[in-house]
């Protein structure tokens, strides 16, 4: 699998240059929940007799949901070991607590608190720093704010070399740090969770919110709001760290630290400004960087994009303008490449070894999902029938079969008008429908051109009804 051999890859990589780089996995817990004011919430446990103060305890709530929610995001910093086959699976684990209200994760603060981590997990920024993560919006390195975070990086820890790989969609469980979170889970085990009472104006406000996205909205209308719940949250968040402080990942102290600031977070984007100053805190899509020519210069000469990885390296030019000089010794950084796809061997389903494909030029050709859409016929028939999604949520009626009589789901790709029910209870009347297996492959071009934008399909795997809606 191709997500596999890239974290292969990433793995030798941080061993090939040991001495001279460090490796984080980062990712997320699952939101703990905060109770209100005398009615606390399980962290992790539900219906049980839990702490929830010093010196006391109290039966805890079963909610489901609650309108406060705690979010650890949790940095594995390894210790990179002699050999592959060693373990990763090493190293000092950092847990910061964040309000998933007004401190919530995205790639900008995920990057100053990797900074603020780095620069107390060692003595020295190493100049190569390898980072695993998950596929979520706030790692995806696909995006366009993901990679502006890690080029902020790049240029403020003044590394020589960067690369972020991530994993697959549902192969999270390859990244180490997800083996933390059991660690974690054994912790809160037994504590309950609630915030302190707050003054009885702030209350009246929180009790007419039922999301976090209405209590966002209320401290922008109310003054001192904001800051009133972060001091009436604090005391759970202290309880939390108190409990994690007590764990242990291979006799190494589970560590906590404090969230990043908004002016940290600033200070830490203005070093976009490095490489073009036009760029805006507001670009976060791709559309916004064709007209930042000087930060696609910088992305043409120093990164390398891909689907399961992002690679930034300083060139070594003598006076290049782009970056700056390399920290690593000549020698060592005469060594350095970009990043290596992992490509298939010749005749072979596996992919190449890291060792054989250190130094060459590569190309993500053979990703899976690449070579499936280069694949797919582009003809308009494939069009058409690609913007079917045919699940529960596409469901508008069901029809029954005249020959089988069993029932077969009617799919629609937007939600149908009054109008439009009325006309397919007539010709559910009107008409006889049968499914018949060989109208897929014979006649599905001709079946697509003759109906509306609106067009309903009834499908069972490669079966269609014969009979559709005119317009």
């Given at each position: 699998?191709?997500?596999a051999?890239?974290?292969?890859?990433?793995?030798?990589?941080?061993i090939?240059?040991?001495?001279?780089s460090?490796m984080?996995?980062?990712?997320?817990?699952?939101?703990?929940?905060?109770?209100?004011?005398?009615f606390?919430?399980?962290?992790?446990?539900?219906?049980?007799?839990?702490?929830?103060?010093?010196?006391?305890?109290?039966?805890?709530?079963?909610?489901?949901?609650t309108?406060?929610?705690?979010?650890p995001?949790?940095?594995?910093v390894?210790?990179?070991?002699?050999y592959?086959?060693?373990s990763?699976?090493?190293?000092?684990?950092y847990?910061?607590?964040k309000?998933?209200?007004?401190?919530?994760?995205?790639?900008?603060?995920?990057?100053?608190?990797?900074?603020?981590?780095?620069?107390?997990?060692?003595?020295?920024?190493?100049?190569?720093l390898?980072?695993?993560?998950?596929?979520?919006p706030?790692?995806?390195?696909?995006?366009?704010?993901?990679q502006?975070s890690?080029?902020?990086?790049?240029?403020?820890?003044?590394?020589?070399?960067?690369?972020?790989?991530?994993?697959a969609?549902?192969?999270?469980y390859?990244?180490?740090?997800?083996r933390v979170m059991?660690?974690?889970?054994?912790?809160?085990?037994?504590?309950g969770?609630?915030?302190?009472?707050?003054?009885?104006?702030?209350e009246?406000?929180?009790?007419?919110?039922?999301?976090?996205?209405d209590?966002r909205?209320a401290?922008?209308?109310?003054?001192?709001?904001?800051?009133a719940f972060?001091?009436?949250?604090?005391?759970?968040?202290c309880?939390?760290?108190?409990?994690i402080?007590?764990?242990?990942?291979k006799?190494?102290?589970?560590?906590?630290?404090?969230p990043?600031?908004?002016?940290?977070?600033?200070?830490?984007?203005?070093?976009?400004?490095?490489?073009?100053?036009t760029?805006l805190?507001?670009?976060?899509?791709?559309?916004?960087?064709?007209?930042?020519?000087q930060l696609?210069?910088?992305?043409?000469?120093?990164?390398?994009?891909?689907?399961?990885?992002?690679?930034?390296?300083?060139?070594?030019?003598t006076g290049?303008?782009?970056?700056?000089?390399?920290?690593?010794?000549c020698?060592?950084?005469?060594?350095l490449?970009?990043?290596?796809?992992?490509e298939?061997?010749?005749?072979?389903n596996s992919?190449n070894e890291?060792?054989?494909?250190?130094g060459?030029?590569?190309?993500?050709?053979?990703?899976?999902?690449?070579?499936?859409?280069?694949?797919t016929?582009?003809?308009?028939?494939?069009?058409?029938?690609?913007?079917?999604?045919?699940?529960?949520?596409?469901?508008?009626?069901?029809l029954v079969?005249?020959?089988?009589?069993?029932?077969?789901?009617?799919?629609s790709k937007?939600?149908?008008?009054k109008?439009?029910?009325?006309?397919?209870a007539?010709?559910?009347?009107?008409?006889?429908?049968a499914?018949v297996a060989?109208?897929?492959?014979?006649?599905?071009k001709?079946l697509?051109?003759?109906?509306?934008m609106?067009?309903l399909m009834?499908?069972?795997?490669t079966?269609?009804?014969t009979?559709?809606?005119?317009?």
């Amino acid at each position: 699998m191709l997500c596999a051999a890239t974290l292969k890859y990433l793995k030798h990589f941080a061993i090939m240059f040991r001495d001279h780089s460090a490796m984080v996995c980062l990712d997320d817990k699952h939101n703990i929940k905060i109770g209100e004011p005398d009615f606390p919430v399980a962290a992790v446990d539900r219906g049980k007799e839990v702490l929830v103060g010093m010196n006391s305890k109290f039966m805890v709530g079963d909610h489901d949901f609650t309108k406060t929610k705690f979010t650890p995001s949790v940095a594995l910093v390894c210790d990179i070991p002699k050999y592959i086959s060693e373990s990763f699976y090493r190293g000092k684990v950092y847990v910061t607590m964040k309000d998933a209200i007004f401190q919530p994760s995205n790639p900008k603060r995920h990057s100053a608190e990797l900074k603020k981590l780095l620069t107390v997990a060692l003595d020295q920024v190493k100049p190569i720093l390898c980072l695993c993560t998950d596929g979520g919006p706030d790692h995806r390195n696909t995006y366009f704010s993901v990679q502006i975070s890690l080029i902020s990086l790049f240029i403020d820890l003044d590394l020589d070399m960067l690369v972020a790989a991530r994993t697959a969609p549902q192969n999270s469980y390859r990244n180490p740090v997800e083996r933390v979170m059991s660690l974690l889970n054994i912790g809160l085990q037994a504590v309950g969770v609630m915030r302190q009472k707050m003054p009885d104006n702030f209350e009246k406000v929180i009790h007419g919110c039922n999301s976090m996205k209405d209590i966002r909205t209320a401290a922008a209308r109310q003054p001192g709001f904001e800051e009133a719940f972060k001091d009436y949250v604090q005391p759970a968040i202290c309880l939390l760290m108190e409990v994690i402080n007590r764990l242990k990942l291979k006799d190494e102290l589970v560590q906590t630290q404090s969230p990043c600031t908004s002016q940290e977070i600033d200070d830490l984007w203005q070093c976009i400004h490095e490489v073009d100053s036009t760029v805006l805190a507001t670009d976060t899509r791709k559309e916004h960087l064709k007209a930042r020519t000087q930060l696609q210069a910088f992305l043409s000469h120093c990164c390398v994009q891909r689907h399961y990885f992002f690679c930034i390296k300083k060139c070594g030019v003598t006076g290049c303008k782009m970056c700056k000089p390399p920290r690593l010794p000549c020698d060592v950084f005469d060594k350095l490449n970009f990043f290596p796809d992992p490509e298939r061997k010749p005749a072979s389903n596996s992919y190449n070894e890291f060792e054989s494909s250190w130094g060459k030029c590569t190309s993500e050709k053979d990703r899976p999902s690449l070579a499936s859409r280069k694949s797919t016929p582009t003809n308009s028939t494939a069009k058409v029938s690609k913007s079917f999604r045919m699940t529960a949520e596409t469901v508008c009626d069901v029809l029954v079969c005249g020959e089988c009589l069993k029932p077969r789901c009617v799919y629609s790709k937007r939600k149908l008008t009054k109008d439009e029910f009325n006309k397919l209870a007539i010709y559910k009347e009107n008409f006889w429908f049968a499914v018949v297996a060989q109208f897929f492959q014979k006649q599905m071009k001709t079946l697509i051109y003759s109906v509306p934008m609106r067009y309903l399909m009834a499908v069972v795997t490669t079966l269609v009804l014969t009979t559709m809606l005119p317009d």
